[in-house]
């Protein structure tokens, strides 16, 4: 799962293997969570997933929409640099344009994620006026 190498890779953390699998079924079983963009390579007769992202909602009163939350950004470290992470924002982008409710995309990424702030800025998005602050009742700031 892209889920666990994508935590370890850029948190360091060590991530509970049931509940990381709970937690997807349960995206997967309540789309009103939000929803799963797996990139894909054709092999012949089979596909094999090399990216994924997730999105989830929050609703903003001051717009009178729903901001959709880009989280669980991974693509496959030999299938970087090729456009499998542009290739799913367009996707996302494209699709949160056309519906109504959605009044912009955001996601948050680690300070030190230099790489993929630069990925990030190349599809448009750019860094927000806001800083996240959290409390943490699962993970807390545990590192490996």
């Known amino acids: ?3 666990t190498a994508m935590a370890m890779e850029t948190e ?4 509970d293997a049931v509940r990381l ?11 009103q969570y939000g929803f799963y963009i797996l990139a894909e390579r054709q092999g ?10 997730m999105v989830t909602y929050e609703w903003s009163d001051w717009r009178n929409g729903i901001f959709w939350w880009i989280q669980s950004v991974y693509v496959e470290p030999d299938r970087r640099g090729v456009g499998i992470f542009r290739a799913m924002y367009d996707h996302i982008h494209a699709k949160a344009r056309a519906e109504r409710r959605v ?13 993929a702030q630069t990925v990030y800025q190349r599809v448009g998005l ?8 959290e409390q943490d009742f699962v993970l807390g700031h545990q590192l490996e």
Do not use: H, K, W
Not at 21 to 31: K, N, Q, T, Y
Not at 104 to 110: A, F, K, P
């Open 12 to 15: 360091r953390r060590r991530l």
């Open 21 to 31: 699998r709970e937690g997807a079924i349960a995206l997967l079983d309540s789309p």
């Open 1 to 3: 799962m892209f889920n």
């Open 103 to 115: 009044c912009g995309i955001r996601l948050y990424v680690e300070r030190e994620n230099r790489r």
């Open 44 to 53: 012949g007769t089979r596909s094999e997933p090399v990216g994924q992202l």
């Open 126 to 133: 750019t860094p927000s006026v806001y800083t996240v602050f």
